[in-house]
């Protein structure tokens, strides 16, 4: 079994910044690639950003250059620092492990609330 785990969301300024952590445990050989979604209410889930292991990142255009994901392969974490929040960034934001092992496959972990007040 695998489980993923998110935390570090909030209620900030606009303008101001969060750090989210997501670290995936259980049963896990590799992780290919780890990122986090974001689900405002009434709209659909969408990717903010993605590293893969070999340190490849990719970003939504609405993010790019205020977010940034990095990850620790050792700990099967990967943090996403948020700069410049905006009310629009106000979203659930969840993390996503794509697993390689005897439990393959992505997992999810339960999301964490980051609301941004202007």
């Known amino acids: 079994q695998v489980q993923v785990v998110e935390s570090g969301g909030g209620l900030v300024q606009a303008g101001g910044s969060l750090k989210l952590s997501c670290a995936a445990s259980?049963?896990?050989?590799?992780?290919?690639?780890m990122g986090w979604y974001r689900q405002a209410p009434g709209k659909e889930r969408e990717l903010v950003a993605v590293?893969?292991?070999?340190?490849?990142?990719n970003y939504a255009d609405s993010v790019k250059g205020r977010f940034t994901i990095s990850r620790d392969g050792a700990k099967n974490t990967v943090y996403l620092q948020i700069n410049s929040l905006k009310p629009e960034d106000t979203a659930v934001y969840y993390c996503?492990?794509?697993?390689?092992?005897?439990?393959?496959?992505?997992?999810w972990g339960q999301g964490t609330q980051v609301t941004v007040s202007s």
């Open positions: 996503a492990a794509d697993v390689v092992g005897s439990w393959s496959g992505r997992y």
């Open positions: 259980g049963t896990i050989f590799s992780i290919n690639a």
């Open positions: 590293i893969t292991s070999g340190g490849g990142t």
